[in-house]
Antibody
Framework: QVQLVQSGAEVKKPGASVKVSCKAS????????ISWVRQAPGQGLEWMGW????????NYAQKLQGRVTMTTDTSTSTAYMELRSLRSDDTAVYYC??????????WGQGTLVTVSS | SYELTQPPSVSVSPGQTARITCSGD??????AYWYQQKSGQAPVLVIY???KRPSGIPERFSGSSSGTMATLTISGAQVEDEADYYC????????????FGTGTKVTVL
């Protein structure tokens, strides 16, 4: 069965960086992309970007350009999302999702990133 | 930046029909997708490509799109359908700027 397992919760200080991992299993990792979505406390969903697990091509939300980097390690079927220069409004639950090409059909469990001094 | 607008809330009695709208300028050219998110859980895809239902999603969920508006319909809403619903699509600029709608809280009582 398809599973996306994310790394654990993080607490970071303003200005720091965070790197969240998303380990995929149960499907051919390189056949699909991974999208990252975040949700601030009590707020809606925000699409952050997408990476092709086949060739590493990326597409980032304009708002996060320059602060976010998405990568994959095909040897371990793991996707990564790094966000730099963290601010308090980056506090959110971060999700990875398998992009089937017909929507995000499987999601990770979410990783809470708290940015606080 | 591109925006998808949804009503903040919709209330419906059990067994009645709930309709959630999503308005966006690019919807005549781009597909809409719908996600259900229950409290404390990850979202679940309930409709893709405007009107297609993934396997395992109950038939009471349906989608349609006309002009600049996409609609998710829950026919015969159940108590377990109470959740936040988000539409998702992309702009028509060619830059693949994807966005979620503002979200709609559906209350079934």
């Amino acid at each position: 069965q398809v599973q996306l397992v994310q790394s654990g919760a993080e607490v970071k200080k303003p200005g720091a960086s965070v790197k969240v991992s998303c380990k995929a299993s149960g499907y051919t990792f390189t056949s699909y992309g991974i999208s990252w979505v975040r949700q601030a406390p009590g707020q809606g969903l925000e699409w952050m970007g997408w990476i092709s697990a086949y060739n590493g091509n990326t597409n980032y939300a304009q708002k996060l350009q320059g602060r976010v980097t998405m990568t994959t390690d095909t040897s371990t079927s793991t996707a990564y999302m790094e966000l730099r220069s963290l601010r308090s409004d980056d506090t959110a639950v971060y999700y990875c999702a398998k992009d089937s090409g017909y929507g995000f059909d499987y999601w990770g469990q979410g990783t809470l990133v708290t940015v606080s001094s | 930046s591109y925006e998808l607008t949804q009503p903040p809330s919709v209330s419906v009695s059990p067994g009645q029909t709930a309709r959630i709208t999503c308005s966006g300028d690019a919807l005549p050219k781009k597909y809409a997708y719908w996600y259900q998110q229950k409290s404390g859980q990850a979202p679940v895809l309930v409709i893709y490509e405007d009107s297609k239902r993934p396997s395992g999603i109950p038939e009471r969920f349906s989608g349609s799109s006309s002009g600049t508006m996409a609609t998710l319909t829950i026919s015969g809403a159940q108590v377990e359908d109470e959740a936040d619903y988000y539409c998702y699509s992309t702009d028509s600029s060619g830059n693949h700027r994807n966005v979620f709608g503002t979200g709609t809280k559906v209350t079934v009582l």
